[in-house]
């Protein structure tokens, strides 16, 4: 069983922001960086930005001129001494996440484990994909306080959450239109591995998926559109993650604020088909294309409900889902609710405090071996199954 608290201190100091490699010490995996050039510009997003950016409070620029979000660097943990490999897992992301850390052991249990490379791909506008300023907690305690001076005191409102709970009250649809491009992204990163365009792999490069919390979202969304024919015999392992929209909760001091959460809400519940009917850019959006549909059909159990389960069903044995008792973002009822007719959910639990955003705390010596189980009871079910 790996000593996860440990191994966690120890990736976490040698890890290096945008080298171009790092050794682990006692390890034979290494950390590689890849540059991409994103390609996917939204011109929904584009549309809608100029209407908004003027009066942003975080960037009074739009969006498509956030340079960090378009050319940017991501990590791949592989065998540091082999030849190019043909197989890769993808490790997707949660919500507001502006630094790897919590990952890099789960990059390097997986590539331990399955022998296969596992490159982390930021989602669009997380990660190295942001400007440093919307996590420095210099330049957005001022944004908080004049974000409660303007809308009230929230307690759950931090400077941690408060560049992207702005973001989505200044326009809810970013949650889509950057979800778009997200996978765009993918789709795009699929296809260079598969052309033989990447440095780390060989032509014909395939890709499985690791998807955790906002990130299973967005890998439902690729596996129920499956552009190209990417994902037709792809596995997906599922963490925390899994449910409709409508059965999540992003109100957290990690992730939104109220506020944001319940404006996202009533947009994608309340909201939404109205905006379609006013706007022909946004219903060929999600209506004509591949992303959109599935996009749609994620929102809620009634939407594009026969779509959806048609090809759930046939993806019952290329998914797996684990997900936790406790969890209050994305509820282990939620996921079961989704998915449990076609795909098996196993729900577990664990003797220590954990939450959606943090499963595997840092704790003291004594209970720092009940993590080290808890991890190791998700992270061996998922090396078995992309294996």
Not at 23 to 30: A, E, L, M, Q
Not at 286 to 312: C, D, H, I, P, Y
Request: hydrophobic share 40%; with cysteine.
């Amino acid at each position: 069983m790996m000593a996860y608290t440990q191994k966690y201190q120890e990736l976490k100091s040698l890890f290096q922001q945008g080298a171009d490699k790092t050794d682990f010490h006692g390890s034979d995996i290494s950390c590689f960086w890849a540059d991409f050039d994103s390609q996917n510009i939204s011109v929904l997003a584009g549309e809608r930005d100029q209407k908004i950016h003027t009066h942003s409070v975080l960037n009074h620029l739009p969006d498509e001129s956030i340079s960090e979000n378009y050319r940017f660097r991501y990590p791949v943990f592989k065998p540091a001494n082999t030849r190019k490999q043909s197989q890769a897992i993808l490790l997707l992301h949660g919500l507001n996440e502006r630094n790897w850390n919590k990952y890099l052991v789960w990059a390097h249990y997986l590539a331990v484990k399955t022998g296969r490379p596992v490159i982390l791909f930021p989602i669009a506008f997380h990660m190295n994909r942001s400007p440093e300023a919307w996590s420095n907690p210099r330049v957005m305690s001022p944004v908080l306080l004049e974000r409660r001076k303007r809308l009230g005191l929230d307690p759950m409102s931090t400077f941690a959450n408060v560049a992207l709970s702005e973001r989505l009250c200044e326009d809810p649809l970013r949650f889509y239109t950057s979800g778009q491009q997200s996978a765009a992204d993918i789709v795009q990163l699929a296809g260079q591995l598969n052309r033989g365009e990447h440095p780390l792999f060989e032509k014909g490069t395939t890709i499985d998926i690791f998807a955790y919390s906002i990130g299973a979202f967005l890998s439902q969304i690729l596996f129920l559109g499956n552009p190209s024919g990417l994902f037709t015999n792809a596995r997906l392992f599922l963490f925390c993650g899994g449910a409709f929209f409508e059965e999540m909760d992003g109100v957290s001091r990690l992730i939104m604020d109220q506020q944001a959460f319940q404006r996202l809400r009533n947009y994608y519940i309340s909201e939404l088909g109205d905006e379609m009917d006013h706007s022909a850019l946004l219903s060929a959006s999600l209506n004509q294309t591949e992303t959109g549909r599935s996009f749609l059909a994620m929102l809620a159990a009634g939407t594009l409900k026969s779509f959806r389960e048609n090809v759930f069903e046939k993806m019952q044995k290329q998914v797996q889902a684990v997900a936790l008792l406790k969890d209050r973002v994305i509820p282990a009822g939620g996921i079961v609710n989704a998915l449990n007719r076609f795909i098996h959910v196993d729900v577990l639990d664990f003797p220590y405090e954990y939450s959606h955003e943090n499963p595997f705390p840092i704790l003291n010596a004594e209970k720092s071996t009940l993590v080290d189980r808890g991890f190791e009871s998700v992270f061996s079910k998922a090396a078995a199954f992309l294996r």
